[in-house]
């Protein structure tokens, strides 16, 4: 039985459907999970348009053929919501349908051993008990800070609202530097928001390369973002439902009205918590509210008998789409090992290990420039004392870059372990290096040694002969 239809529980019961498996699925709201409606796919056909336009606008000719002009934002709102299919779920109950996948409506809670009681609109529960196991895959929602006055009555966005608003704002003001931040922050901007970017610390993406960062930083200013760091807001007020949010700051920087900024909508990216808080744990010993500890095949420690499994953003180890869906890949198969007595291989990259959420877990922030990142940074190799070098290289100075943009401006870096030879980490800022981070990751995945990637040849004239110079770096 699997609780929550997200990527993550559509993909745990796909397999356990594929192994042979009868599966049940329990969803509270829509099928298809935070990622289809109020994430990843409205947030990325937001910020899809900004980008062609500006590749386009980086290139001599096609530059003159689309000139000053601005975005449709209507078009590219009508876009996103087809992207979301209008928040309608039909076509992804269809596909539990199509692969024999059973549908429960309802808030789901876990009522003892392999039991789950499902609370349907109505009000009515029927209580289900599973053969093998249940997966917890419940997700995260938007976690906002408790001690600012007057936030709730501001009524501020969250990813919910920056994902799905109808309108585009005149003044948007966002509070957090995380990628939630910076991407919304770039997609407001480029639909026409004025916007101000709000961020308590001294730098952007805080857990990447600075540079990365600092590149992401640069490219919103260009784009018209007013961006403070060292600022936290004190306090919010909301003239009536509908009139604007004032928001009171503790500035670093000095912003406009002295220590007050006025805005339409204020969005608060400032991170995620677990959907645990009602969801029963308590009958099964756990810490109702509480991330769920798991090991690498995904099984909830602290709870006995090896049936109780928690994937996706639920378990804190990576917050991602992808790796959710692989670790519903991973548990999938354990739970379909364990029904039919085989012994789980959970060594590191054993077919039931989620061995990749720590050493190998790609990410795209779809800002203008993108950043793609792979693995260690070259801090958190060091952290974990590893002999490690950083080889940098201006991704601008290759050919196939120039020829993508003019005055193309990027950065890579990749972190070199000296002890076993291979690359532990990539990060690669600037445009359109999304479709590039994929060979990262199979270079630090697969611990391809450095002799091996260097028959491994980019083709010419492409942004990824950005390789050569790095592994003549490595080498070096
Ligand atoms: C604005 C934004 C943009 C993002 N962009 C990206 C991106 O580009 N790429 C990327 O990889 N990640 C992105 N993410 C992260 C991504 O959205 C999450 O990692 C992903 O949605 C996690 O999937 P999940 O299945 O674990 O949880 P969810 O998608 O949150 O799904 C959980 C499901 O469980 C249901 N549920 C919860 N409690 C119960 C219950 N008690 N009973 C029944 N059902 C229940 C919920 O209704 C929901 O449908 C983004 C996140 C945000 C906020
Ligand atoms: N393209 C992508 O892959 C993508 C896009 C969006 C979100 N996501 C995932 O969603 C998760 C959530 O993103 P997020 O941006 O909400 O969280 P985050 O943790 O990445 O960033 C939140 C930021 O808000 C700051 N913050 C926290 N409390 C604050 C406060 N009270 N005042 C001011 N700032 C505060 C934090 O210091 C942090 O920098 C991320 O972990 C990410 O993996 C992924």
Redesign the pocket.
């Known amino acids: 039985m699997v609780?929550?239809?997200?990527?993550?529980?559509e993909n745990v019961a796909d397999r356990t459907v594929a192994a042979g498996l009868r599966t049940v699925i329990?969803?509270?709201?829509?099928v298809?999970?935070?990622?289809s409606y109020?994430?990843?796919m409205p947030?990325?056909a937001l910020l899809r348009p900004a980008a062609a336009l500006d590749d386009a606008r980086a290139v001599g000719g096609a530059r003159e053929a689309v000139g000053g002009g601005q975005l449709d934002a209507a078009a590219v709102l009508a876009r996103r919501d087809s992207f979301t299919s209008h928040w309608k779920d039909d076509g992804q109950v269809q596909w539990l349908r199509d692969t024999g996948i059973e549908l429960v409506r309802?808030?789901?809670?876990l009522a003892g051993v392999r039991t789950v009681a499902v609370e349907a609109d109505d009000g009515t529960e029927r209580v289900l008990t599973a053969r093998h196991a249940v997966a917890v895959?419940?997700?995260?929602r938007?976690v906002l800070p408790s001690d600012v006055p007057g936030l709730a009555d501001a009524h501020p966005w969250t990813?919910r609202e920056?994902?799905g608003s109808p309108t585009v704002p005149g003044r948007l003001a966002v509070v957090g530097g995380g990628?939630?931040g910076v991407?919304?922050a770039c997609a407001w901007r480029a639909l026409g928001s004025e916007v101000v970017l709000l961020v308590r610390g001294d730098a952007l993406l805080p857990r990447m390369e600075p540079f990365a960062g600092e590149l992401v930083a640069e490219g919103l200013r260009g784009a018209g973002v007013d961006l403070h760091f060292g600022t936290e807001v004190t306090s919010l007020e909301r003239a009536g439902a509908t009139g604007p949010v004032v928001l009171s700051l503790n500035d670093g920087e000095r912003l406009t009205e002295g220590e007050r900024l006025s805005a339409d909508e204020v969005l608060y990216a400032t991170g995620?918590a677990p959907?645990t808080a009602?969801?029963g744990l308590e009958q099964v010993g756990l810490r109702p509210g509480s991330w769920l500890d798991v090991d690498d095949s995904c099984t909830v420690l602290g709870v006995d008998g090896e049936w109780l499994y928690a994937?996706?953003?639920?378990n804190h180890r990576a917050?991602?789409?992808?790796q959710?869906k692989y670790q519903a890949r991973i548990t999938g198969a354990a739970i379909a090992a364990r029904a039919q007595g085989r012994a789980l291989d959970t060594s590191r990259w054993g077919a039931h290990s989620a061995s990749a959420d720590l050493a190998g877990a790609p990410?795209?922030v779809?800002t203008q420039p993108e950043v793609a990142a792979v693995g260690l940074t070259l801090a958190a190799a060091e952290r974990l004392g590893l002999r490690v070098k950083a080889v940098d290289q201006e991704i601008g100075d290759v050919a196939g870059a120039s020829l993508y943009a003019d005055g193309y401006r990027g950065r890579a870096r990749v972190v070199f372990d000296l002890d076993r030879e291979v690359i532990v980490g990539a990060c690669l800022v600037g445009p359109a290096v999304a479709e590039l981070l994929h060979s990262a990751t199979v270079a630090v995945v697969g611990e391809v040694p450095i002799d091996r990637l260097w028959h491994a040849v980019p083709a010419y004239p492409t942004i990824s002969e950005v390789w050569l110079r790095l592994l003549e770096g490595c080498r070096g």
């Open positions: 609780l929550g239809a997200g990527p993550t529980g329990v969803e509270a709201e829509l298809g999970g935070e990622c109020w994430a990843c947030s990325k309802g808030h789901g809670r895959c419940t997700g995260s938007p990813n920056a994902t990628v939630v991407e919304m995620r959907r009602d969801i994937a996706g953003d639920v917050l991602l789409t992808h959710g990410q795209v779809f």
